[in-house]
């Protein structure tokens, strides 16, 4: 959009006055982001009502992303960056006397997402604006997001996430589209007089859906797309007859708290309401909106709709549908089923067993008896007709019910026309391994599509000063397609290029030292190896790896004062699941290790390990551009895709990882040497496990480096973890270390020795990352996103 500094200005302090009744200088910062927020909102209303108009009478294909997760972070910048005035605005405040970043830091974070899950549907909703793919999120707006997490005493502390207290200045609340959404009760069929069986209901519990829509605003376009999230009411008129504050406690519980767990199926009842809540309201409210807008037969929504399924959370889309269309609109069956599986696709983020999302039998009846008539008929029709072509133990391998319960998984797959994963690798073990019955079936619907993420967000917004040495390198294009950064490669051997990403590698490194310094009390040495590995903590990620070298280095160093070691910070981040003893214990022993470490005269500058605490977007928006080192080492077979890898490409770090998810894609891409590839491949991985013979504790007991380390656990040289230490000791030998750490050590040593060494010739390494960032082009969602709507939902860019 146009807008000169002085018409921002003026709109500013109009702003300022009419809702807050303040001038300039007596006006607070949180009153300032308000009246900024309600601006910007104003600036871009006018685009998203004519792009709904458009979308209206255009009657083109829409996508519906339905996700129980998105993480958005902070709205404010990214969409002063899409609307394109994100200088002007930024010169006007300081013309006021306003720095721009200082307002823009109070905006709380959107966490209602725990991790790469969310994050992936956040990158796509932006990706999706900025291409002018007409897509939809559709998920639940928790009163309180991810839990904040506190460092006391070197253990993890979970603080609520009360992200709303001060309003939400994007949200639009739409009480007119509510819709409500029942739950329990009894259900019987009944011949409603013509010969069809209708479901009578009785003692049913309501609840109100109410929407609130908050704009995607794509990138210097005419598109603005809508994320609604839904949030659960007492029906206006139980009001009265209802003052049963069981009730209103337990329907406000509906829409209260985002599950804090990641990677782990949680058999609460809670969590099955939330998840038909929200499948039941954005379904219910895309239909009305189909019939009332598109005006053709329910018959045709095929060719208008589409709905995706992101991970299991909304599988209960295809039952939902079913019933809408059978029940509400009268369509056979056979017909229906076919409707429903066009619209329907399904992405699969994870092959970990633990979580594999199946609900027991009884759950599902009882809280979604009409539901369930539907899987049970689903799971009876799709039995009979295989059955003859395709034999018994196809069959009931591929059930969605059995063993008295719902395998969710199982449902998508079946009640959908694609199943895709996440990166090359994870597509590929899900066809050959996790999902192969299921390939056997629908060879047709497998297909992959490799993560991304929105670039503009992890470079333009999170790295101005990496930015602006690109422009002055190869031009701007790259802000709008991120694969023209392969016109870098031309200018790897030129010296002032590579200084110039230096120095802006250095400004980003002094920017995290400083916050290091600020909220950890550490002093760490901007010259330093940045090496970073910041993710949810899962034994699977193998934070532990990290922590058994970086305690390898310390024993160096204490054995041998003179030793020559290039000079490493060490920083994690890292939230664990409350209910994840492990990772919590992992967690302790970090922020011990570190104190430890920190505090050793021996040891000085050249070792200094951080933990910084709460983990989020806006944390990783601080600690990523400034990292020389990205850790991707997870046991290879178990990252499905990773997304944080690409982040840390995007922004000139080098990956140290194994060959897992999406890291194999980096590794082509970047080329070998720009990459520190390490430890065992998922055939190696899966040999073992065919073999089972894996035995860590004999390498416990046959390396001697290993074996120091490991009894620094349990010997008292790491203080304060007496009850952690020993945890941890046994999961590596008694336990025999599921992933496979131990195994993996000495090759990690190595590489890590590579880059060390690497480090030290300066121009070599600035030469890899320039590698790095010339490529990453591939990895930008605009391109996952493209994939999706070309080939799994079939609709087109707006152009
Ligand atoms: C990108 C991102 C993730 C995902 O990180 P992985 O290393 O891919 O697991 C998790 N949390 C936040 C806040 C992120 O920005």
Redesign the pocket.
């Known amino acids: 959009m146009k807008l000169t500094k002085k018409q921002f200005k003026q709109d500013f302090e109009k702003r300022l006055s009419t809702k807050f009744a303040i001038d300039i200088e007596k006006a607070g910062p949180q009153e300032k982001l308000a009246a900024l927020s309600s601006v910007v909102k104003a600036y871009y209303s006018k685009i998203w009502q004519e792009d709904n108009e458009y979308k209206y009478e255009s009657k083109k294909k829409q996508a519906y992303y339905f996700s129980v997760e998105f993480?958005p972070?902070k709205m404010l910048k990214s969409n002063l960056l899409n609307l394109g005035i994100l200088d002007t605005v930024r010169e006007g405040l300081a013309d006021l006397g306003i720095e721009l970043d200082s307002i823009a830091r109070l905006e709380p974070d959107m966490?209602i997402?725990?991790?790469?899950l969310?994050?992936?549907a956040s990158c796509f909703m932006d990706s999706a604006a900025s291409t002018g793919i007409p897509l939809n999120g559709n998920g639940i707006r928790y009163s309180y997001g991810l839990f904040k997490q506190k460092i006391v005493d070197g253990y993890q502390v979970e603080l609520p996430d009360a992200w709303l207290s001060n309003g939400n200045p994007w949200e639009v609340r739409r009480s007119d589209k509510a819709f409500e959404v029942t739950f329990g009760g009894e259900v019987w069929l009944e011949d409603d007089g013509t010969g069809k069986l209708r479901p009578k209901y009785r003692n049913q519990e309501r609840v109100l859906a109410v929407p609130y829509d908050t704009p995607m605003v794509g990138f210097e376009n005419t598109t603005v797309n809508n994320m609604c999230l839904w949030k659960s009411e007492v029906p206006k008129d139980l009001d009265l007859q209802f003052q049963n504050l069981d009730y209103m406690r337990q329907t406000a519980m509906l829409s209260a708290e985002l599950y804090p767990d990641n990677s782990n199926y949680d058999g609460r009842l809670l969590r099955l309401k939330q998840e038909y809540f929200f499948v039941s309201a954005g379904l219910q409210r895309l239909i009305k909106h189909y019939v009332s807008t598109i005006q053709r037969p329910i018959t045709h929504l095929a060719d208008y709709v589409s709905v995706h399924i992101n991970d299991t959370h909304p599988a209960l889309c295809v039952p939902e549908l079913m019933r809408i269309l059978i029940d509400e609109y009268d369509i056979a069956w056979e017909r229906a089923w076919n409707i429903t599986v066009k619209v329907m696709s399904y992405t699969n983020h994870t092959i970990l067993s633990e979580a594999l999302e199946k609900w027991p039998e009884e759950m599902v009846k009882s809280l979604l008896p009409r539901i369930y008539q539907i899987i049970l008929e689903i799971d009876r029709r799709r039995t009979a007709e295989l059955l003859p072509k395709v034999g018994a133990k196809l069959v009931h391998s591929t059930r969605i019910i059995k063993d008295g319960q719902v395998h969710m998984a199982n449902l998508s797959i079946i009640g959908s026309h694609s199943t895709n994963g996440v990166a090359k690798l994870h597509s590929d073990l899900l066809k050959d391994v996790e999902l192969h019955d299921f390939y056997l079936i629908y060879p047709e619907r497998f297909n992959n599509k490799t993560n991304g993420?929105a670039d503009r967000r992890w470079s333009q917004i999170a790295n101005e000063r990496l930015s602006t040495v690109l422009d002055e390198t190869v031009g701007k294009a790259w802000r709008h397609n991120l694969n023209e950064l392969k016109l870098l490669e031309a200018h790897k051997n030129d010296t002032n290029t590579l200084e110039r990403l230096q120095a802006a590698k250095f400004d980003d490194k002094l920017r995290l030292a400083d916050y290091i310094k600020e909220n950890n009390g550490i002093t760490v040495d901007p010259n330093a190896i940045f090496d970073v590995?910041?993710?949810?903590l899962h034994a699977y990620?193998r934070q532990l790896l990290n922590v058994l070298h970086i305690l390898k280095l310390y024993f160096d160093i204490k054995d041998q004062p003179d030793i020559d070691v290039y000079p490493r910070v060490f920083i994690f981040?890292a939230k664990a699941a409350p209910g994840y003893h492990y990772a919590k214990s992992i967690i302790k022993a970090i922020n011990e290790i570190a104190n430890m470490i920190n505090n050793d005269p021996d040891v000085g500058n050249k070792l200094k390990v951080v933990f910084i605490a709460n983990?989020?977007?806006s944390?990783?928006?601080i600690i990523?551009p400034a990292a020389n080192v990205g850790e991707?080492i997870s046991l290879a077979s178990k990252?499905a895709?990773?997304?944080?890898?690409?982040?840390f490409m995007l922004n000139g770090a080098l990956t140290i990882g194994t060959l897992d998810?999406a890291n194999i894609e980096i590794f082509e891409a970047a080329g070998k040497g720009n990459f520190f590839k390490f430890g065992l491949d998922k055939d190696e991985v899966y040999e073992y496990y065919r073999n089972g013979n894996y035995n860590a504790r004999d390498i416990y007991e046959q390396n001697p480096v290993v074996h120091r380390i490991l009894d620094a656990f349990v010997d008292g040289t790491i203080p304060n973890i007496s009850a952690e230490g020993p945890e941890i000791f046994e999961s590596l030998t008694t336990y025999n270390d599921e992933y496979f750490v131990l195994r993996d050590f000495n090759d990690y040593v190595r590489a890590q020795k590579d880059l060390e060494t690497l480090y030290k010739d300066r121009t070599a390494w600035t030469k890899a990352s320039l590698m790095n960032i010339a490529n990453v082009g591939k990895f930008s969602s605009d391109r996952t996103i493209k994939e999706y709507a070309d080939a799994i939902w079939h609709v087109e860019e707006k152009k």
């Open positions: 993480l972070g966490a997402g725990n991790g790469g969310g994050r992936l993420i590995q910041v993710k949810r990620k981040g983990y989020n977007v944390k990783a928006e990523i991707q990252e895709s990773g997304t944080s890898n690409m982040k998810g």
